[in-house]
């Protein structure tokens, strides 16, 4: 079955109620309407429901009458939410009068919505900067226990027959959100990862943490660097086939791997791969996009508490229909299910 035939049979399986703060958003509103007819989620729009009822029957949508509306401006609806708010903030000096001001903005009603209990996850960006999207979810939502950092992760679609990864699939992390981790934030960055791994992949992790050199084939502060983080990972997650320091044709090729960490159970046979830094981990994966006809399924954005993922302001219709049952399928792993 391929990745998103699976994803969204999962989906349906285990509905969530996915905030969709872009209300108006022609593409978001397409998609939405998709994922609606599907069964994939619970739809929940932020804006004037009549405003919103208009735009979909210019688009010539049909099931978008069956979603959630809740208006920002309905102060009976959003008081509870600014009282969150400021008991989250109230350190930070916000006042409930701020806190009503702030739940106007869709993207923190959503993130609220969420931490409330009301909501399962939230996808946004079309119209929005990355920067806002995050800042309301760092804001509110904050990280996972344990986790301390955000990161972007790419799911590789090889083609078909490939010898590597796993189900023509691999996990690259991270790609698009920390320039330059810390030991401490590679460790966390590979636990987050191999859930993506797990939660969205269908894989059973087993990761590699990549550097220039294997097992002590070269010294140098950055490959330090990563046999630290190997270390700390093994101790935040001891059950986890996780390794490093590798190269990536030690992690990957069986043969180099059985050469080079003779004693490793992942080398070569990683279908995770954690790079040193964010130039690394993104030029590889435009690569490995470009060279080899991979699909890159992401950014998905991974640590957070609760699932929240950006969207390009380029996002096609099917870049957000895919990106919602993936965030949905990351929170039913959240929720164990």
Same mark, same amino acid.
């Not at 986890?240 to 004693?263: C, F, H, N, T, Y």
């Given at each position: 079955?391929k990745?998103?035939?699976r994803?969204t049979?999962?989906a349906?399986e285990f509905p969530?109620?996915m905030v969709l703060?872009?209300?108006?958003?022609?593409?978001t509103?397409t998609?939405?309407?998709?994922?609606?007819?599907k069964?994939a989620?619970?739809?929940i729009?932020?804006g004037?429901?009549?405003e919103i009822?208009?735009?979909?029957?210019?688009?010539?949508?049909s099931?978008?009458?069956?979603a959630?509306?809740?208006?920002p401006?309905d102060?009976h609806?959003?008081e509870?939410y600014?009282?969150?708010?400021c008991?989250?903030r109230k350190?930070k000096? %916000?006042? @409930?009068?701020?806190?009503?001001?702030?739940v106007?903005?869709?993207l923190y009603?959503?993130?609220?919505? +969420? !931490? *409330?209990?009301?909501a399962?996850?939230?996808?946004?960006?079309?119209l929005?900067?990355?920067?806002?999207?995050?800042?309301?979810a760092?804001q509110v939502?904050?990280?996972k226990p344990?986790?301390?950092?955000v990161?972007?992760?790419?799911i590789?679609l090889?083609?078909e027959?490939?010898?590597?990864g796993?189900d023509?699939?691999?996990v690259f992390?991270?790609c698009a959100?920390?320039?330059?981790?810390?030991?401490e934030?590679?460790?966390?960055i590979?636990?987050?990862?191999?859930?993506?791994t797990?939660?969205i992949?269908?894989?059973d992790?087993? %990761?590699? @943490?990549?550097s220039?050199?294997?097992?002590?084939s070269a010294?140098?502060?950055?490959?330090d660097?990563? +046999? !630290? *983080?190997?270390e700390?990972?093994?101790?935040?997650d001891?059950s986890?086939k996780?390794?490093g320091e590798?190269?990536s044709d030690a992690a990957i090729?069986?043969?180099?791997?059985?050469?080079k960490?003779?004693?490793s159970e992942?080398?070569?046979?990683?279908?995770?791969?954690?790079?040193?830094s964010?130039?690394?981990g993104?030029?590889?994966?435009?690569l490995v996009?470009?060279?080899a006809?991979?699909g890159a399924?992401?950014?998905?954005l991974q640590?957070l508490?609760?699932p929240?993922n950006?969207?390009s302001?380029?996002?096609?219709v099917e870049?957000i229909?895919?990106t919602?049952i993936?965030t949905?399928?990351?929170a039913?792993?959240?929720?164990g299910?």
């Amino acid at each position: 079955m391929k990745l998103f035939e699976r994803l969204t049979k999962k989906a349906q399986e285990f509905p969530q109620r996915m905030v969709l703060p872009e209300s108006l958003e022609p593409r978001t509103l397409t998609a939405a309407d998709q994922i609606i007819e599907k069964k994939a989620a619970k739809i929940i729009f932020l804006g004037k429901k009549e405003e919103i009822l208009s735009e979909a029957e210019k688009l010539n949508l049909s099931h978008i009458g069956e979603a959630e509306f809740h208006d920002p401006d309905d102060t009976h609806f959003t008081e509870k939410y600014a009282e969150l708010f400021c008991e989250l903030r109230k350190k930070k000096g %916000v006042t @409930l009068q701020d806190a009503r001001y702030t739940v106007k903005n869709p993207l923190y009603l959503g993130c609220l919505m +969420i !931490k *409330a209990g009301d909501a399962d996850a939230m996808v946004a960006g079309a119209l929005s900067p990355t920067s806002s999207v995050l800042r309301a979810a760092f804001q509110v939502l904050k990280t996972k226990p344990g986790i301390s950092v955000v990161s972007g992760a790419f799911i590789m679609l090889l083609p078909e027959g490939s010898i590597y990864g796993e189900d023509n699939m691999m996990v690259f992390a991270d790609c698009a959100v920390v320039p330059d981790p810390t030991a401490e934030e590679l460790a966390q960055i590979a636990i987050a990862t191999a859930k993506t791994t797990k939660d969205i992949a269908g894989l059973d992790p087993v %990761v590699a @943490l990549l550097s220039f050199s294997t097992k002590n084939s070269a010294s140098h502060e950055k490959v330090d660097k990563v +046999i !630290k *983080a190997t270390e700390l990972a093994h101790q935040l997650d001891p059950s986890l086939k996780i390794d490093g320091e590798l190269q990536s044709d030690a992690a990957i090729v069986p043969s180099v791997g059985k050469l080079k960490a003779p004693e490793s159970e992942v080398a070569g046979h990683a279908n995770t791969l954690i790079f040193p830094s964010l130039e690394t981990g993104n030029i590889a994966y435009k690569l490995v996009q470009r060279l080899a006809g991979a699909g890159a399924v992401g950014p998905i954005l991974q640590g957070l508490a609760a699932p929240v993922n950006d969207l390009s302001r380029g996002a096609t219709v099917e870049d957000i229909v895919n990106t919602i049952i993936v965030t949905c399928n990351q929170a039913i792993g959240d929720k164990g299910l």
